[in-house]
């Protein structure tokens, strides 16, 4: 039994140790590839360590640090005892990242050792190979190519930026400024260890020639011909036979990161390329530096953001622009009253030409609609020059704006610009009351029902502003063309741009005469003086005008003129006072109320203002509660063509204007 499981053991105990050596030496595990170390089973110390992005930091940026790496596995550099060392390659990509650009901290190696032990060894200058005692000896069995970045005397180094390989020690055999052979030119293109930028590295030992060749280039250069340097040595005399591969690096005072992003090595053979595009990402360091990217989406980005920044200037300047206007201080307590422009720009529609309802004597008048209200406003847009009196003008605007009757058109608001005055009013759906008495634009020809309800309603909402409200506002321009018809075809009182306000109790003072042609009472003429009587007068000349549909003064011939007045007085004088009833309404009307309202209106234009009735005396006749006093016409009998040539109206009329004459300027903004 014995003799024949001993040779057994023993074969097996060979077979074991055989696979042993090759399961630890050569299986298959003497070339490699690493693109980024994730998942990479490495022995490492030290400082080092490897980030989740599988980048490889031999040191991690504070000072005074060693770390190493190393290939787990030793590998088989001697095939058989006393044999030579084979020849190997390898490559690698690793980046220097210093906080500084300009200073330089120790640098890194990449060795062949026979221990991964490097306790004893120190940082700084011996990039954590060697120490004082053990640097150069022949028993330390290393070999390294050194990326130093400090120029060490007692090493003999030859600058602060260079490549070598070293034998056992931190001494060089052989070492060269960083950089490499361009292969367009063969000229040397300087290279710098610190630059932050990540540089490829090849490394081959040739065991014929006993070459060793190192080859540096930038990340995006390919591998150059011609290589950094090439050193002989026979490696076979400082190699073990079984030795470790890896990474040694020290930092100094600086802090500063080593890092290894991708290795490949190959014993007899050249070492397999690392896939580049799959290297894992340098940390940011510092200012990141401007890449082509940047160089051409910053500018079109800044150009762009310039432009768009330029644009809503532009636009805002021109929105301020469009929508300025004019605020000043003792507009504060009108507020409420005051309208944004924006807001009348926006609800005629920029004051359009189809919005437009008419022009009259001071402007343009517009339909809105208001942006939010959504009601429906007239704006009458007035030019005018002087800001003397404005304040008295909006006061008064807004005054007016607090009487509210039902025959009267309300006055909402009003909006300043430079320039311009706008004045804000209620929609009367049917326009003008001229529009309908004189057929204008195929109008339908008034009822005399409507006339009367206009009649009584104008009169009324003139005692209300004569007598009821709490101050007396004298109107000065009463005629059609101010009376304006809302949607039932109720006459309502508009255009308050020439009224006046007086206290009740101070007496009515004017300097200029204001109105129209036609409805001014004679005592103007010398007087100038606008009284609630001045208006019953106008009222009269209406009262005659809607019931004959004439107007006041009538070009009858070329050169002759006749005033409607004198025309009805003729009439009466001859008995025949329904002649002179609007002939279109073809006899449809109320006799009574026709004659009542032809001699109430020959009554309240009389001449002598004394003479005529107040309005609450006109609104009594009207509604029939007193008895118009027996007047005959001969009572009347004055000739009031005469008396306006005596009052120096003539020269007004003559021109044959009935539009309003206003020694003061446009609506008496700047009295
Ligand atoms: N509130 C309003 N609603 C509807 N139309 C109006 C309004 N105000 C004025 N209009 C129209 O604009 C025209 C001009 O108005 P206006 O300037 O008051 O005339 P004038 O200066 O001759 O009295 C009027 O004839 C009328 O058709
Ligand atoms: C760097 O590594 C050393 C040694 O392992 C450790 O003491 C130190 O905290 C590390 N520093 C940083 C910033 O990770
Ligand atoms: C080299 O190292 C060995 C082992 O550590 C030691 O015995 C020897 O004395 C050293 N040689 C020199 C010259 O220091
Ligand atoms: C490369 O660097 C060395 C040392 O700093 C310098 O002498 C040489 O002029 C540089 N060469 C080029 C091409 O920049
Ligand atoms: C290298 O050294 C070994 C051992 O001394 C020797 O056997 C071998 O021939 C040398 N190689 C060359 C190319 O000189």
Redesign the pocket.
Known sequence: MSSYTKPMVMVLQLLFLISLILATFNSGDDHFMYSGFSGVDLVIDGATTVTPGGLLELTNGTVQQKGHAFYPTPLRFVRSPGGIVQSFSTSFVFAILSVYTDLSANGMAFVITPSKNFLSALPEQYLGLANIQSNGNASNHLFAIEFDTIQNKEFSDIDANHVGANINGLRSLRSHHTGYYADEDGNFRNMSLISREAMHVWIDYDHKLTDISVTVAPLKVARPMKPLFRVTYNLTEVLTDVAFIGFSSATGTINVRHCVLGWSFSMNGPAPAIDIARLPKLPRMGPKPPSKVLDIVLPITTSAFVLIVGTIVFLLIRRHMRYAELRDDWEVEFGPHRFTYKDLYTATEGFKEKNL???????R?YKGILPVSKLEV?V?RVSHDSKQGMKEFIAEIVSIGRIQHRNL?QLNGYCRRRGELFLV????AN??LDNYLYCKEGKPILSWGNRWCIIKGIASCLLYLHEEWEKVVIHRDIKP??V?LDSDMNGRL??FGLARLYDHDTDPQTTHVVGTIGYLAPELGHTSKATPLTDVFAFGMFLLEVTCGQRPINQSSRDSQCMLVDWVLEQWNNGSLPLTVDSRLQGNYNDNEACLSLKLGLLCSHPFCNARPTMRHVMQYLNGDMQLPDIRPTDLSFHMMTIMQNEGFVEHYKIGSTTSIDTASAISVGR
Not at 357 to 363: E, K, M, N, S, Y
Not at 425 to 428: C, I, L, S, T
């Open positions: 309802l008419g022009i009259g004597g001071f402007g008048v007239a009458k058109v009013y209620e929609y009367m326009g003008s063309s101010n304006l508009g255009d």
